[in-house]
């Protein structure tokens, strides 16, 4: 069996989370089309993209592959990633004062014993934001921070300063929830991680 885990994801913070706890990880990006469906609800919405990515990025029955997808969600309606600084305000006005959800989405697939083995799961956090003057949403969207981020803003980086309270899971926020995605390896027979050769914080 293989020891890697391939990572089907160009996301530094997976990679970062991953790498952190001693997992051996080969990172090949899936290039997915990520547009939503029409009406399409946010748990539906990662949960298809996860499993698209893990099928693209997947060349080898007996590769263990992981893929994810995050959203942020308030009321129902899917915040991708911002395009301009325009949108990305626009978006942290709406999410100020307010709490949403972050929804990670996660497939792992491999064999096992020459049978195929898939685990996959959804998990929610709630993000509390605190309310966002006009100030310090223009100091915040001028730090660049933004692009590429789900919901326009990075719990990881100075984001975090726009965040009263979370409810939940901490990774799943950051992009991957880690102690449920540890637990489907377990659980599959996939690859290990070894705390001890990781890298500490």
Same mark, same amino acid.
């Given at each position: 069996?293989?020891?890697?885990?391939?990572?089907?994801?160009?996301?530094?913070?997976?990679?970062? $989370?991953?790498?952190? %706890?001693?997992?051996?990880?080969?990172?090949?990006?899936?290039?997915?089309?990520?547009?939503?469906?029409?009406?399409?609800?946010? %748990?539906?919405?990662?949960?298809? $993209?996860?499993?698209?990515?893990?099928?693209?990025?997947?060349?080898?029955?007996?590769?263990?592959?992981?893929?994810?997808?995050?959203?942020?969600?308030?009321?129902?309606?899917?915040?991708?990633?911002?395009?301009?600084?325009?949108?990305?305000?626009?978006?942290?006005?709406?999410?100020?004062?307010?709490?949403?959800?972050?929804?990670?989405?996660?497939?792992?697939?491999?064999?096992?014993?020459?049978?195929?083995?898939?685990?996959?799961?959804?998990?929610? !956090?709630?993000?509390?934001?605190?309310?966002?003057?006009? #100030?310090?949403?223009?100091?915040?969207?001028? !730090?660049? @921070?933004?692009?590429?981020?789900? #919901?326009?803003?990075?719990?990881? #980086?100075?984001?975090?300063?726009?965040?009263?309270?979370?409810?939940? !899971?901490?990774?799943?926020?950051? #992009?991957?929830?880690?102690? @449920?995605?540890?637990?489907?390896?377990?659980?599959?027979?996939?690859?290990?991680?070894?705390?001890?050769?990781?890298?500490?914080?």
């Amino acid at each position: 069996m293989s020891t890697t885990l391939l990572l089907a994801s160009a996301s530094p913070r997976r990679r970062e $989370l991953l790498q952190r %706890v001693g997992l051996l990880l080969e990172v090949r990006p899936a290039d997915i089309d990520e547009t939503p469906h029409d009406g399409e609800a946010p %748990v539906a919405y990662v949960a298809r $993209l996860a499993r698209a990515k893990a099928a693209a990025a997947r060349q080898r029955p007996e590769e263990w592959v992981l893929a994810a997808d995050t959203t942020v969600t308030l009321d129902g309606q899917i915040l991708g990633k911002a395009e301009t600084p325009e949108e990305a305000a626009k978006m942290l006005r709406w999410l100020a004062g307010n709490t949403h959800q972050v929804v990670t989405a996660f497939c792992l697939a491999g064999e096992r014993d020459g049978q195929p083995i898939v685990r996959e799961g959804v998990v929610s !956090s709630d993000v509390q934001f605190i309310e966002l003057d006009g #100030g310090v949403l223009a100091d915040y969207v001028a !730090s660049g @921070e933004w692009r590429g981020k789900a #919901g326009a803003y990075a719990i990881q #980086g100075i984001g975090a300063a726009l965040v009263a309270a979370v409810h939940g !899971s901490v990774t799943n926020v950051i #992009g991957l929830p880690l102690a @449920e995605v540890l637990a489907a390896l377990r659980d599959a027979g996939g690859p290990m991680p070894r705390f001890a050769a990781g890298t500490p914080a």
